[in-house]
């Protein structure tokens, strides 16, 4: 027999499998390779004249808009910089709306007419590409007919070299627009609400007093993974082709002992950590904390925040690096939101915060934030944001293998409310009175034994079920899938942000100049905020049946299922709110519905047909074998006169049908003709596929508890997480 051929051989080939060494040379320091391959601003003060580094500099620390004659001079330094790494080509890199990251390679070398070639890279090629745009989605945004798309230099994030075993390339980072500028891409969005938010903030800061410099805002993402080994992965058509195991029966050990999170790193994952950050060190990626996270095989990696656009490039980049660097350890690193049922998913906590070079961190609450009236100006700001647009928040982390964390008890819920912590909630307490007069301290913590010194503690505990938490010098947004761009999320943070810092800047001033004092201005208004915006402060735990109707109480959404959440991205409230920035206009904003729509639908119709085509070839060839066994078996037992017991043979032979029934069911339900709307298609698949497909999962799971164990051929929950 020959079913299990696969399963077992995958084994076998684990067990064999040596891991290649770490390719750190005993010589190097991570401060030496760090940025090595990145063009940055060290790199170009040594090789651009005076006068173009400084215009460079400008556009790049403050904004000012890139001066077009320099272009030429940045690109022909940039050229024989990459060419001196082995670069041979050069690609603008740019992030469509799949969330994965294109890239179109062209030579340096240009024919010269005489049957020669010249390295070339003028101006105009490092700011502006043109690369078709038709096998991209746009959301109607634009007809095949029109497939022209152009990408533009992000000049703020830094170009770098990317190796290759074939080859180097010089990688151009850029944002994607239509012919008609209307945003293909995750990185224009961004860069324009980064705009709207630093001018509103600056207004504030004005009013304070002070300077405000560029403001900007910072992301810190911590990423979540899994990873497995490469001769399971391939013997798993369901990882391969949706990122996700759609069948396979919980293991009898699971998560329970909570004893993998920050326990010792295995060996193997540790080599292939050593690599990777020393790739990304290369990138000038700041690779920070590594750990295991919660559940077994699962891992995390947190780079120290940076400005909100680079952040979301080099995630991007951090995440291509991982896939590759896994590959040549023999492993598979998962970035799906849920992997595996019953076991803990994956997500990306989008830590956010404000600032300048002249102000610092605007989240920064000093000792006592009761008397920081600037920081409790721009936290009242965000507790306004989260109130007001807490749906849009949620429809910025939509997707189909999101939904599947999201309000499961392990991550936050669909719910956006917000967590101050002890202290702040305090100080907002006493606001909502009338005006805060003090602060909780720190408190200390006696570990009791003599020779170690008390500890300080944080005046705010921490919160894991709240999906918007104050950390102390920062929000951090706990809803982001681990697959997605946090491009999207931070677009939302930004613009919703803006409103806030708009809304409060006009008050104040009106209020200045009709002579209010300022202080007492500023009072009013946190007043008001709190008052009108508190109910989405929640400071108790988030995964409790009693939030639920709390929160209904409050008014606050809960939005289950992408099916419910991306109508808020084209409500009349979230329209007005994005096109009064320039963040996005009405046609964009309807584009990332429909293709918000297109993706959900796609992504469950690729697993339903997997589903169908898994079960049906590898769970019902198992179970009709072994049911052949039984009943050879029991027919032998028979004829030598033994007395025979049919309950075997008749526990397979019920869930067998039991399976078929719900094939039956899935096959109809793929059958059916939804429409041709993205939204019928996008609907029929929440709510007619994934129920089809989930009846078929416990069919063919509970086979899998009673066929024998040598007839199944799909790597078990047990030797994909255990075995690494
Ligand atoms: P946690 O305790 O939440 O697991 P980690 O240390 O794993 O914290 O990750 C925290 C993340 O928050 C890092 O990416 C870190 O750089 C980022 N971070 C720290 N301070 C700020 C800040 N002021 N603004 C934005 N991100 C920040
Ligand atoms: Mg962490």
Not at 382 to 410: M, P
Not at 595 to 612: D, P, W
Request: charged share 20%; proline share 6%; hydrophobic share 40%.
């Amino acid at each position: 027999m020959s079913g299990n051929r696969v399963r077992l051989d995958a084994i076998k080939d684990v067990e064999a499998y040596v891991p290649p060494a770490v390719s750190y040379a005993a010589t190097e320091t991570p401060g030496e390779i760090f940025g090595a391959n990145v063009f940055s601003t060290s790199v170009m003060q040594k090789r651009l004249p005076k006068s173009v580094y400084k215009s460079v500099l400008a556009t790049i620390e403050r904004s000012a808009p890139l001066d077009p004659l320099v272009a030429d001079a940045v690109a022909s330094a940039m050229k024989d910089w990459a060419m001196e790494k082995g670069a041979t080509h050069y690609a603008h890199v740019f992030y469509p709306l799949t969330h994965l990251t294109a890239e179109k390679h062209d030579s340096f070398l240009e024919p010269v007419g005489d049957g020669t070639a010249l390295a070339e890279f003028a101006g105009k090629t490092l700011t502006q590409g043109e690369p078709d745009a038709s096998s991209f989605p746009s959301g109607g945004l634009r007809n095949t007919f029109e497939a022209r798309g152009y990408t533009g230099w992000d000049v703020t994030s830094p170009a770098y070299v990317l190796e290759n075993p074939n080859g180097n390339t010089l990688c151009i980072p850029t944002i994607f627009v239509s012919m008609t500028g209307e945003a293909l891409d995750h990185k224009t969005p961004l860069l324009r609400s980064q705009q709207a938010m630093a001018t509103h903030a600056a207004r504030i800061i004005k009013l304070f007093g002070h300077d405000p410099g560029t403001v900007v805002s910072y992301c810190g993402a911590e990423q979540e993974y899994f990873l497995i080994d490469r001769h399971f992965f391939l013997a798993r058509p369901d990882l391969i082709n949706a990122g996700r195991t759609l069948l396979g029966a919980r293991p009898p050990k699971g998560q329970e002992f909570d004893d993998h999170y920050f326990g010792a790193i295995p060996d193997r994952v540790l080599g292939f950590m050593m690599d990777t950050e020393r790739e990304l060190f290369k990138l000038g990626i700041p690779a920070k904390t590594r750990h295991n996270e919660v559940a077994p095989g699962q891992f995390e990696i947190a780079p120290m925040f940076e400005r909100a656009n680079v952040a979301a490039d080099h995630q991007q980049l951090l995440m291509t690096t991982f896939k590759t660097v896994a590959k040549k350890h023999g492993m598979e690193c998962l970035f799906h939101e849920k992997p595996f049922a019953g076991v803990n998913g994956s997500g990306k906590h989008v830590n956010f915060s404000m600032g300048s070079s002249t102000v610092g961190n605007l989240l920064l609450p000093g000792d006592t934030p009761h008397d920081n009236a600037q920081f409790l100006v721009f936290c009242s700001a965000v507790i306004r944001a989260v109130h007001k647009y807490g749906g849009l928040l949620r429809a910025s982390v939509a997707s189909a293998s999101n939904d599947h964390r999201l309000g499961a008890n392990e991550a936050p819920p669909a719910i956006i409310s917000i967590f101050l912590g002890d202290q702040l909630a305090d100080v907002f307490d006493q606001i909502a009175k009338g005006a805060a007069t003090s602060s909780k301290g720190k408190g200390t913590l006696i570990p009791g034994v003599d020779t170690l010194p008390s500890l300080p503690t944080d005046p705010g505990d921490r919160n894991r079920t709240s999906p918007f938490a104050f950390t102390g010098n920062r929000f951090e947004f706990r809803a982001p899938g681990s697959m997605q761009s946090v491009a999207g999320p931070m677009t939302t943070i930004n613009t919703i942000m803006t409103e806030a810092l708009d809304y409060i800047a006009s008050y104040l001033e009106a209020a200045v100049a009709e002579g209010t004092e300022f202080n007492t201005a500023v009072q009013l208004i946190l007043t008001e905020m709190i008052t009108n915006h508190g109910a989405a402060v929640f400071n108790g735990n988030g995964y409790s049946e009693d939030w639920q109707i709390e929160a209904a109480a409050r008014g606050l959404p809960n939005l289950k299922t992408t099916l419910d959440a991306l109508p808020e991205l084209v409500s009349e409230a979230s329209m007005e709110l994005f096109e009064k920035y320039h963040v996005f206009n009405h046609r964009e904003m309807h584009s990332r519905y429909e293709i918000g729509l297109e993706q959900y639908a796609l992504s469950i119709g690729v697993e339903a047909r997997l589903t169908l085509e898994l079960a049906s070839t590898s769970v019902v060839p198992a179970a009709v074998r072994y049911q052949t066994e039984l009943a050879q078996n029991l027919a032998a037992l028979k004829k030598v006169g033994f007395e025979t017991d049919l309950t075997d043979l008749e526990v397979v032979s019920a869930k067998l049908t039991a399976l078929r029934v719900a094939l039956r069911a899935l096959d109809a339900a793929l059958a059916t003709d939804p429409g041709h709307t993205a939204a019928a298609e996008a609907t029929h698949a929440g709510t007619a596929l994934l129920p089809a497909m989930e009846a078929v999962r416990t069919a063919a799971d509970a086979l899998e508890a009673v066929v024998a164990d040598d007839l199944w051929s799909l790597p078990t929950y047990q030797e994909m997480l255990y075995i690494l």
